[in-house]
C-alpha cells in the first residue's frame, strides 16, 4: 500500500513545475523528484527512506507545494518509521486530493501505527457547515470562488444593458455562492490547516509552562503522532490541546505542521 505515485503524476509535476519556477530551478526540482523515487524504490533501511524525504522537503523548501509531493513525503517517512511526520505530510496533501483512496488509506495507516495516537481531534464547525465541498480540491474552490466573483459583475453589467431586472436576482445568487466559496477557501486553505492543527514527531515530555523548569502536564510523555490543536505559538514552544489528556506547552523541535 505505502508506495511512490510517479508516470502520470511525475508528468502532471513537471508540467505545473515549470509554470512557477525558472527553468534551471525547474529542472534542478524535476531531478530531484525522480531521484526521491529513485531512492524509494531502492531503499533498504529508515536512513534510505530518510534521505528520499530530504529530497522532497528540499522541493516544498523552495516554495512547491504539491499532493503529489506530500503524499510521497508521508510514505518516504512512514517507510523511515517516522509516524508524525508522515501523518503531518498526509494531512498537507489531502486538501490538494481530497478524494484519493489511496492517500485515505495510508494516513489511516499511519495513524494506526503511531505509537502516540490520541483520541481523534473535534472537526472545526465549518467542516459541518461546509461539508458540499470536501470532494473539490483547494486549487479547484479557488478557481470556482474566483470565476464567480469575476462573474457576478459581469451579470449586472448585462442588466443594466439590456435593462433586465430579473438578471440582479441571478447576480445576487452568484455573489452569495462566491462567498461561501470564498469563506471556504479561506477556512479551509493549506496554510489555515498549518495554523491550527500540528502532530508530535519522536518523544517529548509537555510542561506547564514555557521551559524544562515547570513539571509535566501529563503523566507520561507524548510519543511519535500524537495530534493537537494548536492554542498558542512561541519562538521555542508550542501550547496545545491534546484530545483526551489536556493541555500542555512542547518544544518546536518535536512539533510537525
Known amino acids: 500500500m505505502i508506495r511512490f505515485q510517479g508516470s502520470v503524476a511525475t508528468l502532471v509535476f513537471f508540467l505545473t513545475f515549470a509554470s512557477g519556477l525558472s527553468a534551471d530551478r525547474s529542472s534542478d526540482r524535476q531531478r530531484d523528484f525522480l531521484r526521491s523515487i529513485e531512492l524509494f524504490d531502492a531503499a533498504k533501511s529508515p536512513e534510505d527512506f530518510r534521505e528520499s524525504a530530504l529530497l522532497l522537503e528540499s522541493i ?39 478524494s484519493d483512496p489511496l492517500l485515505e488509506a495510508n494516513l489511516q495507516q499511519a495513524l494506526a501505527s503511531a505509537p502516540g495516537k490520541l483520541p481523534d481531534l473535534p472537526r472545526p464547525w465549518w467542516d459541518h457547515v461546509l461539508f458540499w465541498t470536501e470532494s473539490i480540491d483547494y486549487p479547484t474552490r479557488v478557481a470556482i470562488a474566483l470565476s464567480l466573483l469575476v462573474l457576478a459583475p459581469l451579470i449586472v453589467l448585462c442588466a443594466c444593458l439590456f435593462h433586465r431586472k430579473n438578471l440582479i436576482w441571478l447576480a445576487s445568487a452568484v455573489t452569495g455562492v462566491a462567498v461561501l466559496f470564498v469563506t471556504d477557501a479561506v477556512l479551509t486553505s493549506p496554510e489555515n490547516a498549518r495554523m491550527n492543527r500540528a502532530v508530535i514527531t519522536g518523544e517529548t515530555v509537555a510542561r506547564k509552562g514555557i521551559g524544562k523548569d515547570y513539571e509535566a502536564a501529563f503523566d507520561s510523555p507524548l510519543k511519535d503522532g500524537a495530534e493537537f490543536v494548536v492554542l498558542q505559538e512561541t519562538n521555542g514552544w508550542t501550547f496545545g490541546r491534546f484530545s483526551g489528556i489536556g493541555d500542555g506547552w512542547v518544544r518546536n523541535e518535536f512539533v510537525a505542521k
Open 60 to 98: 516544498v523548501a523552495d516554495g512547491f507545494c504539491s499532493g503529489v509531493v506530500f503524499y510521497n513525503l508521508g510514505n518516504a517517512y512512514y517507510r523511515a518509521g517516522e509516524f508524525g511526520r508522515a501523518i503531518s505530510n498526509y494531512r498537507k496533501a489531502k486538501p490538494y486530493r481530497p
